[in-house]
């Protein structure tokens, strides 16, 4: 007593990559491309900040040191006297202390 819903078993088989429609395979093409893109990417900016590092930085009002990272992305001020010691300026920041030398 089943009824025939026109669904047969050849309906559930694989089909050939080459039956695939050309836009299922165009997408698939762009991911791939954007996959690619995007390991670049990652490894650029690791190259990027291979650059960047701590700082020690001593405060000309006070002689107070502390570390300072070479990209900051907020203004760094001293915590003793709250003078100014680094300003962001998109990539590495201008220091206004004097740098004593990088903290390995």
Do not use: W
């Amino acid at each position: 007593m089943e009824a025939n819903l026109g669904l047969s078993r050849k309906n559930f088989t694989k089909q050939p990559r080459s039956s695939l429609p050309s836009s299922n395979a165009q997408n698939a093409a762009e991911l791939i491309r954007e996959k690619d893109l995007g390991a670049k990417k990652s490894s650029l900016v690791s190259e990027m900040k291979a650059n960047a590092k701590f700082l020690r930085v001593r405060c000309t009002g006070c002689g107070n040191e502390q570390l300072v990272y070479s990209h900051a992305s907020t203004v760094v001020r001293c915590r003793v006297c709250e003078k100014t010691l680094a300003i962001p300026h998109g990539g590495k920041a201008e220091l206004k202390g004097v740098v004593l030398g990088a903290v390995s």
